[in-house]
C-alpha cells in the first residue's frame, strides 16, 4: 500500500511492525492491523468522529442488510475498479463489502473495528482533507455520508478513476426524525466543489423502504445525528416502536478523474507551499 507520511508527505514504505518515512519519522501498525497516521495537531479534538456506541450500532443495522441496495449500487457503479479506497469508511462495512483496498477515518474506534473484521483491506486513521497515501494510488473511490475534498480525492487517485459520493436526499427517514423532532426539517447536503477538473458529474436518486422494530430503529437511530436530540423518554419509545416503514433516500454523486487532475493538484499543493514560504519569510 503506497502510504505516506503524515508529518513530512514522504512516502512512507511499509514494514510488518514499523513504518519509516525517509526523514525518520515512524509509525507502528496497531496490533488490529491498522495505521494511525493522523497527528494530534490534525485533530479538531481528542477523540474525533463516531464513537463506539454509535459504531456497534451501526454495525449491527448495516450487517443486517438494509442498505443492500446501497452497496449494489456502489457495485454496479465501479465495475472495473480494481484498488478502491473508502473515504470516510467508519467501522468499514461498505469498504469490506465492495472488497474495497483501503478505507480511511478520523475514528480511531471505527478503523480499529474495520481492521478487525477485514484482513484484507489496509485501514488508516486519517482526514479526508489529508489523505494519508501517495499519488495515483487508487483507480475507484466512494465516500458515504462523508466530506469529500475533490483536489485530495483527484491526487490519491488514477486519472480516469470513478468517485461515487453518497448523501441523503429530503425525505431521508423521515418517519424516524418523526419520532424524535415535533417539527422535521428536510435534510440538505451541499455536494463537493468539483470545481472545473470535475468530469462528467452526474447525480441520481436512490430511494427504496425499510421495515424496522423497535430494536432496529434504536439502533438506527444511534447512527444518527437524530440521537444527540432524542430524551431519554423518546429513546424508550422508538426501543418499543412496533414494526415502522422508514423512508431511504440517497442521492449519489458520479464524477470521474481527469487526465490532468494529479498536475492540478500538484500544482495547488506547490503553490500553497511557496505562499507559506513567502508569508514566512516576510514574517
Known sequence: MNLKCPICDLALPTAIATAYCPNGHSFDRAKEGYW???PVQHKKSMDPGDNKQMLQARRRFLEAGHYAPLVNHLTQCLPDATSIVDIGCGEGYYARTIGAASGVDISKDGVRMAAKSDAQGIYAV????RLPYQDDTFDGAISVFSPLDWTECCRVLKPGSPVIWVAPLAGHLKELAAMVYDE???HSASPPDFGEIGET???ESLQFTIELAGPELS????MTPYYWSASEQKQ???AQAPMTQVSVEFEVWSARVPAS???AAASAALSSSSAAASSKASS
Open 201 to 203: 458529474v452526474t447525480r
Open 184 to 186: 422535521v426539517r428536510p
Open 36 to 38: 494511525n497516521l493522523l
Open 126 to 129: 486519517g482526514s479526508a482533507y
Open 219 to 222: 439502533d438506527l437511530l444511534c
Open 236 to 238: 424508550a419509545a422508538i
Open 261 to 263: 487532475a494529479s498536475s
